[in-house]
């Protein structure tokens, strides 16, 4: 015995019944709006990128007398703004990227994060760096690791260093479908990584802060509980 489909007008006279709880959607309808944009081959336009939403929220405005066309249109727009809102997101954190191998050089540059977690090669975001050097346009910021026995746990976000090592470009995904690590750093705005061949000099100029502060309180915790915890 088959199974009567419901027609189209009743799905949506339900769906207009439920109205009040269309908000839940929203984040799902922005969610596959940027879904989209991540599975596009190449970068988009901005007009593209933006039209799709300003004729969906347009053509929703005219329609609302017609409930069925209006909810359409506003599945549509809610995508069209979550691939709108990814576009505007690259074009904001987008940053030069390291094209090759560069190094040994050493800049100035200014500490905006460090990791120095027991039993890891400490690490570090660095911002504030020269626009070129080798010839190559540098990045905005790069994420550099240093060795165990560098000292650089004396140094907080604020600080001014030195940095002398090799910087590379960020390393993309190693197997198809996997991790995309250069795309997660490049949103972050970072351009390149490396690490340093010599231990960080620290220079004056250094401006504390609340992250100096934070790191100064984790570094403690840290010191205090014993392992493996």
């Not at 991540?38 to 969906?56: D, H, K």
């Not at 100035?108 to 994060?113: D, K, M, Q, R, S």
């Not at 690590?181 to 100029?205: C, H, K, M, Q, S």
Request: no cysteine; hydrophobic share 55%.
């Amino acid at each position: 015995m088959k199974t009567a489909l419901p027609r189209p007008a009743a799905v949506a006279d339900l769906l207009v019944g439920m109205r009040d709880r269309w908000f839940l959607w929203l984040p799902v309808g922005i969610a596959a709006g940027i879904g989209l944009y991540f599975a596009l081959p190449g970068e988009p336009g901005l007009v593209v990128s933006f039209a799709p939403a300003i004729v969906f929220i347009g053509a929703f405005m005219v329609s609302r007398r017609r409930p069925g066309l209006a909810l359409a249109l506003l599945a549509l727009a809610v995508v069209a703004l979550g691939f709108a809102a990814a576009r505007l997101r690259a074009e904001m954190v987008g940053t030069p990227v390291l094209a090759q191998r560069l190094g040994p050089i050493s800049f100035n540059a200014g500490i905006e994060a460090i990791e120095a977690r027991p039993g890891e090669r400490p690490r570090a975001v660095l911002g504030d760096l020269p626009t070129r050097a080798g010839g190559l346009v540098l990045p905005r910021r790069v994420r550099v690791t240093f060795d165990p026995d560098m000292a650089v746990a004396r140094f907080f976000p604020g600080d001014r260093i030195r940095f002398t090592g090799m910087l590379l470009p960020a390393p993309g995904p190693v197997l198809p479908g996997a991790p995309d690590y250069a795309r997660n750093l490049w949103f972050d705005g970072i351009g390149a990584v490396g690490y340093a061949t010599a231990a960080p000099e620290g220079l004056a100029g250094g401006a504390g802060g609340l992250d100096a502060w934070r790191q100064r309180a984790a570094d403690g915790v840290v010191a205090a509980m014993p392992a493996p915890e």
